[in-house]
Structure formats: C-alpha cells, structure tokens
C-alpha cells in the first residue's frame, strides 16, 4: 500500500469517529468551506453547508488531507468570487515558526534543489550549486521553533486584549496543526473593517511606520509636571512597551551586544560605563531624547532594535486579506497527521502542542523511515533515524509519512 | 440636551435633510418664491464664498439663524445643480472647515452632543492617561474609518495611544476627525438629477456662478503615461521586481502582482509583460498569459487593477527604502509620471 492510501485511510478512520466534534465557524451559512482532497492535489473551493452537521457529513465521508472555512461572511458564499457578496470577515491572524528565525533550523530544517539535485540545512535562498530558486523543503516542528512562534502569539493575544480591548471570549487561539498559531477574533465591530483599515491594524502589531519622535514631544496632549508619579515604565500602549523595552535591553547589554547594532566600540564602552544612570533618566523620562552619552543615532538603533523585538512576527497577508481561508478547528493537518487545536487564551503559557494536538492514540505501525530528526510527540521522544526500520506509535509513524520521509513495510 | 439655533446654525450638518427640507417647508420647484429670496440668496454666497476663499472656507454669519439654518440645504441642492464636480468638492470642503474653526471654540461637552449624529463610540476623558491628557477617547474601528484618508504619520494607528479599544485624542484632532465625516456627509448628499426640478430662474443662478469660476477647472491628478514605456523612470521597488522577473529570480506573490499591475498602467502591452517572466524556473506560459490579462481586466472581474500603494509595500516589506523622489509621492504609479516628466524636460 502506497503512504497516500494508508494516510488517507487513516484519516478516514480517525474522521468516523471524531468528526462529531468538528465545530463549524459561527453563521456557518455564509462562510465559504474549502478542501484539498488526497491525491487529487487541487482545491476543492466555493462549498458551503446549511448546518454543522452537513459539514460533519462531508467530512467524513470525504476525509480531506486539509479543510478550511473562510473568515469572510457572503451571501451566497458557493458562487464564484466576484458574486459572492461579500458582508465581513473576522480579524485572523496567523504567526508561523517558517518566519521567524530560530537557530535550530540549520539543524533539523533540509532542503533539495529541484534543478540539480543539490541538497543542505536550514532555510535556502539560493541554490549555490546552480542559483535555482526552486526547493524541495523538509521542514520540522521541533520544541524550540514552536515556543518561538508562541512568544510572538503571546505578545500578539497581549496587544489585543489590553490595548485593542478584545474580551477572551471573543479571542480564539489555537495551534495550527504544524508550526504555528492562529490568533481569531470574533467581534460584530471589526466584521466590516476594510482592507485598509486591517492594514492599520497589522501596522500597530508590527510596529510598522512607528514614529518615536511623537512620543516624545507634546503631539496629542500637553505633558504633565515632571513631579508626576507615574513612573515611565508603567505608561500604556506602545509608548510603554517601549520604555519598557529599552529599559531592559539596556539593562542586560553588553558592549558587544551595542557594537551588534552597529554602535562604535568607544561609544559602546561609555554607555555601558553609564549605564545606571541613562537607566535612571529613562525612568522617569523615557528614551526619547539622546543625551550626552548616548547620541542621536545610537538611540535610534537601540529603539529600532526594541520595535523589532516587542512587536509581534504576524503573518501580514492573512490578515489583510479579506477573502482569506483558514483551517477548521479539530480538523487534521495533511503534512503532519496532528489536529488543529482551539485553546483557551487563559491556557496558551502551558499549552503543549506536542501533546495536544495528537490525534492517533491507537495502534503502532512498522514503517522504514530515511531520515528523521529527533523529535517528541507527547511524553515520548523519537529518532534520530537513518535508513532504518522501526515500530512506532501510530501518530509518530503517520508524522513521519506525512513528511514524506518514510514508507509503510509489509 | 439638544442643540440651540444658534448652533445649528453653526452647524447644520446634524439636521436630517430630509426633515429639515418638511420642517422648513421647502419645496425645491418653488424656489422662486419670493419669501425665500434671502435664503436662496445666502445659499449662493455660501457656494460663492468656498469658491473665493483659499484655503476655501464658508463664513458663520451670526443674529441671522431663519435665514442661516436652511441656506445650508439650498446651497447643496445648488451646487449640485452645477454639475461641476470640482464646485461640489470645494463647496464641501469649505462647509468642513467652517465646522473646524468653530469647533475649537467649543466646551467637550457640545462636541459630544454636536458628534451623536455620527453615531460614534465617542466620550470626554479628561484624566491623564499614562502622563498625558487628552480630552476624549474614541472607539477604535470609527477612528480607523475616519482616519483612513490622512496620510501623516501622526494619525496612524500605531503612534496613537491606545488602550481598551480607544483611541485618545485631543479637542484640534476631534475637530479634524469632524471635518472630514462632515465633508463625506455633504459629498454624499450631491443629487444627480436636481436641474429637473429647480425654477429656470434659479438655474440661470446656478449658470452664472459656474460660469464665474469656469477657469478654475480642476486639474485631474492623473496626467496620461507616455505611450512607450521608460525604464529610467521606474521606481526603486519596481526596478527590484523588475530586475528579479528578468533575471528569474524568486519575486513573492505581491511582487509580482505590484510589478504586473505597474506595467499595465504604464501601457506596456500584455505580450511584452509575458515574456518578462519568461525566465523564471517555474514559467508557465498560459498561467502567466491569464495573470496579466485578468489584472489588465480583459477577463474574469472585469476590474483593471491598481497598483499597490507604498504603505501596502511597506506594510508588506517589500520598499527597498524610498529615494529623493519617493518622499513625495505615495504609489509607484506616481513616482513614474513624476519622474517620466522630469525626464522630459
């Protein structure tokens, strides 16, 4: 039996009994639901159903590799696009390990040329062999890629509840099945922003276009008597994230880390030698003004460097478009065989992916694996392996398959 | 705490036109009653006044609130009798400005009331927030809606402060906010068949006003590309998209929709714009063919699409970091004709 079959049968079994526990996206009659089938490598598109259940139906008797829903709410959401009509769409945004630059990718990520055949670690650019831009990519879900993509989530679920005033209830979390998480709010007020307006918001998520000078002088209000008690550090909003900020990146900096951003090192050595006082100033003033020890440019590559590291690594298509697909909730993820799971904002600190969004508990498989990694599904860890056979349980045999780095024995 | 007359006369946007118009008894095809002579006359100053006036600007003329309070309403049906688009445009922007000069003078609290026609999530606040004070806050989303058309920094989402879903703003900001939703609302209110139905003597009005400011014909903003395409004078982000298609370098989706829909503007012809992509790895000819000819609106929508914007590239990472010329313009389209009539001279 071919991976495909045996994947597909498998999801087919998995989707008997747990379909029933696929939620459908809210006003579910005006959302448009998309699928790829196995084998059939095309999108199935433009379907919509009455009820939860005619969803339910469908999917298992279908078993899609990947189902989606779209965030937009038309009115005959099975017509072709231009007629659809559309009437809103959800806020989505999407955060993904593949954009954020982690250290262990040289490790477990690999890459083929398609031209030539050459192969490497880590994420390509270029082939260096024949400067072919065209990859095969084997990409991995490991530990620290994954906590990477949550600290983002974190600061991203932060910006919308305390600044941009989203209740939880209205905020949905989950893990996309693979290497990221999916942020979704639900809210009647945002249902009609335009594309523009979104723009905006992926702008003040990403510190995009951030202009410190403002805040500085006294644009928007007059500032109040110096003896105020209102340190600095607790102020609100993007001005306190970057207080905050430089606050403690100067704290725990090094003359290396400054000369790092470019800062000379006889410069770099003063603000060091300076440092508790430039803290104290920022304290009560924040880093807006440079000062005798710390020059005009010297400021702006610290404070660059704090918008790079307080703002959140979202993914800016999805959230801008408003037509955009997302994966259904408790639906499984093709290229992994793991669940796309919803979660509790409350939870998101002890939420374990690894754990959590295992959807094969039963059985164990034999399967000849070619090249896997180290990796941990649940309590349990696996490989590395090369060219070898094993029995493994079957969520981490299935794992495998769906990277396309193993075939079924027997 | 409903508005005074001499308020409403200050700002008679807040009156429902069509109440107003049953409330005031006007009967638009009896204009040239002459009891309504002083009204229908101050409706024409008004239009006269934004049409003098530069910046343009319609004057508040106090003690006079019977004949104030429905000039208003005759002024828009007269300038929309001109059928002049650059005439509405500045009558409305004048109406806009006269609001924002007078709202300075205003307590918060006859902003608020004065804004609840609005229907914005808007309420004073006047304690400090984190070291500053404002005077309002304002429910995100309506400022988005309102700000959207401002293009400085300041009123960005993200250099606002934000907290709990509000936007804090002080009394000049609110008032710019006002201005713009008031030039929208009196936009909105141009009629296109309102000739039909005035007197002929009030359309010889209307005629003669135009014919006064017939000079200042409104420059369109968009002057027409040169016929043949000119590569010097291509912007930076398009010269790196370009580059990429010719060479068959990886370009990302928006990349290339930017670079393909730039071209079409510019009138390269589809054909030539194919074979640029010709290079790439992943050339597909018909593929290609469909792209460009659904972009240029020959297919499918049926819309010809724009160009991106510099905020969406930037917004996306894709400007490479804006030149001299870049700085004064806010979409590749516009650097080109800039730039293509530079080269002219």
Redesign the interface.
Same mark, same amino acid.
């Given at each position: 039996m071919d991976n495909q079959t045996f994947i597909q049968q498998k999801f087919l079994e998995f989707y008997e009994e747990s379909a029933s526990k696929i939620e459908g996206p809210s006003s579910i009659r005006q959302r448009e639901f998309g699928f790829m089938i196995f084998k059939e490598n095309m999108m199935v598109r433009h379907k919509s159903f009455d009820t939860v259940d005619a969803l339910r139906t469908f999917i298992k008797e279908n078993a899609p590799a990947h189902a989606y829903h779209s965030t937009a709410y038309y009115e005959t959401p099975e017509v072709k696009?231009?007629d659809k009509g559309w009437l809103g769409a959800d806020l989505y945004f999407d955060i993904d390990a593949d954009h954020i630059a982690t250290k262990c990718k040289e490790i477990h990520d690999s890459w083929t040329c398609k @031209?030539c055949g050459f192969a490497g670690k880590g994420q390509p650019d270029?082939c260096p062999a024949c400067g072919?831009?065209?990859f095969d990519q084997r990409i991995w879900p490991c530990d620290i890629c994954l906590n990477s993509a949550k600290k983002e989530t974190i600061k991203l679920v932060e910006m919308l509840m305390?600044?941009?005033?989203?209740s939880s209830s209205e905020v949905t979390v989950s893990f996309s099945g693979h290497r990221g998480y999916h942020v979704h709010v639900t809210n009647e007020?945002?249902r009609e922003?335009d594309a523009?307006?979104r723009?905006?918001?992926?702008?003040?998520i990403?510190?995009?276009?951030?202009?410190a000078s403002?805040f500085s002088s006294a644009?928007?209000?007059?500032?109040?008597s110096s003896k105020?008690s209102?340190s600095?550090l607790? @102020?609100?909003?993007?001005?306190?994230r970057m207080v905050r900020g430089a606050y403690d990146f100067l704290s725990s900096a090094t003359i290396q880390n400054l000369m790092d951003l470019g800062i000379k090192e006889k410069r770099a050595n003063e603000i060091i030698l300076n440092k508790q006082a430039i803290l104290n100033n920022w304290k009560r003033e924040g880093p807006w003004r440079p000062m005798r020890m710390m020059g005009k440019e010297e400021l702006r590559v610290i404070l660059d460097r704090v918008i790079e590291v307080q703002s959140a690594k979202i993914d800016?298509?999805v959230t801008?478009d408003i037509h955009r697909l997302i994966r259904l909730p408790n639906s499984l993820h093709g290229k992994t065989g793991w669940l796309k799971v919803c979660f509790p904002v409350s939870h998101i600190d002890s939420f374990d992916p690894l754990k959590s969004a295992v959807a094969f508990k039963k059985g164990t498989v034999t399967i000849y694996v070619e090249e896997s990694p180290k990796f941990r599904l649940g309590d349990e860890w696996f490989g590395e392996y090369e060219g070898q056979k094993v029995e493994l349980p079957m969520a981490a045999a299935i794992f495998l398959l769906c990277k396309d780095v193993a075939r079924l024995v027997g | 705490m409903a508005l005074t007359r001499i308020e409403l006369a200050k700002y008679p946007f807040v009156l429902d036109a069509a109440e107003e118009v049953k409330r005031l008894d006007l009967d638009i095809s009896n204009l040239e009653n002459p009891n309504l002579k002083t009204i229908v006359d101050r409706a024409i100053n008004r239009i006269e006044e934004a049409l003098a006036t530069d910046p343009p600007r319609v004057s508040f003329r106090p003690g006079d609130e019977d004949k104030e309070i429905p000039s208003f309403p005759v002024a828009i049906i007269l300038a929309s009798a001109t059928n002049n688009d650059y005439i509405k445009r500045r009558y409305a922007l004048a109406e806009a400005v006269r609001a924002y000069d007078l709202l300075q003078f205003e307590d918060e609290k006859r902003i608020v009331e004065i804004v609840k026609v609005f229907n914005w999530k808007i309420r004073i606040h006047k304690q400090?927030?984190?070291?500053?004070?404002?005077g309002f806050a304002l429910?995100?989303?309506h400022f988005?809606?309102n700000a959207?058309v401002f293009h400085e920094?300041?009123w960005?989402?993200?250099?606002?402060?934000?907290?709990?879903?509000?936007v804090?703003?002080?009394k000049r900001?609110v008032a710019r906010l006002i201005q713009e939703e008031v030039r929208r609302r009196i936009e909105k209110r141009f009629s296109v068949n309102v000739r039909q139905m005035l007197p002929e003597a009030i359309l010889q009005r209307v005629d003669n006003l135009s014919k006064k400011y017939a000079d200042r014909i409104d420059q369109s903003r968009y002057t027409a590309f040169p016929k043949e395409v000119i590569n010097e004078a291509f912007p930076p982000c398009i010269q790196i998209f370009y580059g990429s298609a010719k060479t068959?370098?990886?370009i990302s989706?928006?990349g290339r929709f930017t670079l393909t829909s730039f071209l079409i503007n510019i009138n390269m012809k589809s054909e030539d714009i194919v074979n640029l992509f010709r290079a790439s790895?992943?050339f597909n000819e018909r593929m290609t063919r469909y792209q460009v000819e659904h972009i240029s609106g020959d297919r499918?929508?049926r819309t010809k699409y724009k160009s991106p914007t510099c905020?969406?590239l930037?917004?996306?990472?894709l400007c490479p970091g804006p030149d001299e010329l870049c700085r004064t313009i806010r979409s590749p389209l516009r650097y080109y004709a800039k730039k293509t009539r530079m080269l002219k001279r």
């Open positions: 696009m231009e @031209d270029i072919s831009k065209r305390e600044e941009f005033g989203f007020a945002v922003l523009g307006a723009k905006e918001i992926v702008d003040y990403t510190g995009t276009g951030l202009n403002f644009v928007g209000a007059f500032r109040l105020t209102v600095a607790d @102020d609100v909003g993007w001005r306190g800016t298509m801008t | 400090p927030v984190g070291n500053r004070r404002y429910f995100f989303t988005l809606r959207e920094d300041e960005k989402l993200v250099n606002r402060t934000m907290v709990n879903g509000e804090f703003l002080n900001e068959g370098t990886h989706h928006l790895a992943d499918g929508s905020e969406t930037k917004t996306h990472a």
